[in-house]
């Protein structure tokens, strides 16, 4: 019997998009209103390649996590593997019983109680009702869906249609696992036992292909990554750690880690912020995400237009949730060490240290003006804002993966003051 679990050779999927998606022998009906209310559509015939010549090859036993942004083509990828969707070129093929998990209700019909799906599954994997049966139990207790499984699957909420799938798929013994982002739908609980899951999984010799945007995730389940970029295969590599790595650091199209002010005409104000930039050490506008261990750069582009006594201008972070982490402006040092300020337009910067945040998101807001009274670039609607999000990089400790507990995740030096040959605590 061959080794390998999964072999993909030259993969692609082209797409028709715009007005040129619509089949031929539709109702014409609806569109015809739908011009009448926007106009003429676009015909002019286009396509997109959501995967393109992809090949890579995976064995039996292999924990293998895809990541790449939004777009990339993983889900494709995963839905050509399931057999939902035909390739335009090249082929791909499964070795051995699979079974998947690519979006909440996947695979299960809807009028169809939880009971009744857990052995349509069963069957569709090609089991027998006593091997159903005999993993029933399990199934049950693991999707803690026991309550509501003689309930049609349509009145389940998302996430309890991912924990009922996600235990169908990992107990009816498929060979192969082909699990999407869906995780996410669940609770924090939860996730951490689907890892546990497909640890368990993978150890008894069966194949798991993981699409997770969460890269403490992949790097604490995953022997590999596949790192996918618009549609094409980036990076395939057992150093899993530094996949994420450059992954995290790779250019992202949706950066919002810069902020310029389109309409700066404010007679009244003392300081106008005119571009705010957090930037990498190479110089280049933050992507989104960015690894925990990177120095970044908050730079301020302002157009002092009156010098009065209290100027300040710096920022203030917070949190996702809102809540406000931490405030610095150029006053924040003794007298001595302010940046002397003049009118006109001048930068200003800072940095924000490495080891020093925790995973998440975050906003960053501009304040300058005079400290005693209100400015028009206070925190709130009328903020200059720039946000970013903190991800992977946590530390180089084999104990430190997943996101710590904290807004903050610093990594301190620790050393032995001294070898004491003192009694322990509590002893005389």
């Known amino acids: 019997m061959s080794d390998i679990a999964i072999r993909v050779d030259g993969l692609g999927k082209r797409y028709a998009i715009g007005a040129a998606a619509r089949q031929s022998g539709q109702p014409r009906r609806i569109f015809d209103l739908l011009e009448s209310l926007t106009g003429p559509q676009w015909s002019r015939e286009e396509t997109f390649w959501a995967l393109q010549d992809v090949s890579f090859e995976i064995k039996h036993g292999e924990i ?55 052995f349509m599954s069963g069957v569709m ?44 798929a990992a107990y009816l013994e498929a060979e192969v696992l082909l699990i999407d982002e869906v995780l996410a739908v669940g609770d924090d609980e939860f996730q951490k036992r689907c890892l546990g899951k497909m640890k368990e999984v993978a150890v008894g010799g069966r194949t798991v292909l993981f699409i997770s945007h ?89 157009d002092v237009r009156q010098l009065a006594p209290g100027l300040i201008i710096g920022y ?41 945040l925790n995973e998440g998101r975050y906003t960053i807001e501009c304040v300058c003006g005079p400290c005693d009274r209100s400015s028009h670039f206070v925190p709130g609607a009328r903020a200059a804002t720039i946000q970013f999000e ?9 104990y430190w993966t997943a996101r710590r507990s904290g807004f903050l995740a610093p990594v301190r030096l620790w050393r032995v003051a001294q070898s004491s040959t003192q009694a322990p605590y509590g002893d005389s």
């Not at 450059?246 to 310029?260: K, T």
């Not at 405030?327 to 009118?343: I, K, M």
């Not at 903190?390 to 084999?398: A, C, H, T, Y």
């Open 64 to 118: 293998v996590g895809v990541v790449g942004g939004n777009g990339a083509g993983k889900s494709t990828l995963l839905k050509i593997l399931s057999r939902i969707v035909q390739p335009t070129a090249g082929c791909a093929e499964i070795h051995g019983r699979m079974g998947s998990l690519l979006e909440v209700g996947t695979g299960f019909h809807p009028d169809l109680t939880g009971r009744e799906n857990i």
């Open 316 to 356: 203030i972070l917070y949190a996702e949730d809102g809540q406000e982490l931490w405030c610095s402006g150029q006053t924040d040092e003794t007298r001595d060490n302010w940046p002397a300020l003049h009118q006109g337009r001048l930068r200003l910067k800072t940095t924000i240290p490495p080891r020093l």
């Open 214 to 302: 969460n890269m403490n995730s992949v790097q604490a389940l995953c022997t590999r990554a596949i790192w996918l970029d618009k549609g094409r295969l980036r990076a395939d590599s057992t150093d899993v750690r530094h996949v994420a790595h450059e992954y995290l650091s790779g250019d992202v199209s949706s950066a919002r880690g810069e902020w310029v002010n389109t309409s700066p005409d404010l007679n009244e104000a003392f300081i106008i912020p005119l571009r705010i930039r957090l930037i990498d050490p190479n110089g280049v506008v933050v992507s989104m995400p960015i690894a925990n261990n990177v120095e970044l750069t908050l730079e301020l582009d302002v």
């Open 125 to 168: 994997l090609g089991m027998r009702r006593s091997e159903v049966q005999r993993r029933f139990d399990e199934i049950v207790a693991f999707s803690g869906v026991e309550r509501f499984l003689d309930t049609p699957i349509k009145r389940y909420s998302s996430g309890m249609q991912t924990r009922l799938g996600f235990s169908v």
């Open 390 to 398: 903190i991800q992977g990089g946590l530390s180089d400790s084999p």
